[in-house]
């Protein structure tokens, strides 16, 4: 079985970090929504808000992962079974969103809202603080390292800018050399850099990378 690298083109995750609180019943719950790429990370974040609400009656949470395979994980927290974990998780899928976190944190406030209406509440939660992260597309891209002469950067950097061409760092020695992420196939990108730089220029591709273009 091949892993997942090597089928999956795309995904969908959040755009951004993001906060966002509702009041029901006179219970607080505090949603936020977390990028992250592995299971470990996931536990950082968690261990982040429950260290900021040390106090609070539960920090329900959900998460997918997407690595070589798909891991998916919800805890309620003490609340009713299937009355938080799961709705939070439903909501991430149902949007088809991967490598995120989402953690709602209740202060109960004293009035119960029974099992529908935590189901109601955890969703609003999750719904809502994944409104404000956003969504982004993550696309499988190639990526590796050009090196060229001094004499030819400018027309290299501008045919970079001008293929919308992600620059991750540049080093300055006998040649310039430049780590790069790429939109288009990266045969194609050596081809036409040859052809600018007369055969002066090296390249060295790495593994593609998840990359967003937007």
Known sequence: MKGMVDVVKQYYTIKQRARHEIIIQKSRFIGDAFHISSEQEALEKLQEVKSEFPDATHHCYAYVVAQETLSQ???DDGEPSG???MPILQVIQSRGLKNVLVVVTRYFGGIKLGANGLVRAYSRAAVEVLNEAG???????PSGVISVDYSYIGQVEYFLRQKGVHLIDVKYSDKVTMQVITPIDWDDLCK????ICRGKVEFKEFPPV???WE
């Open 83 to 85: 009355t938080a974990g």
């Open 210 to 212: 998840f990359h967003s």
């Open 192 to 195: 036409m850099l040859k052809e």
């Open 135 to 141: 969504t982004r597309r993550m696309v499988l891209s």
């Open 73 to 75: 994980r919800f805890n």
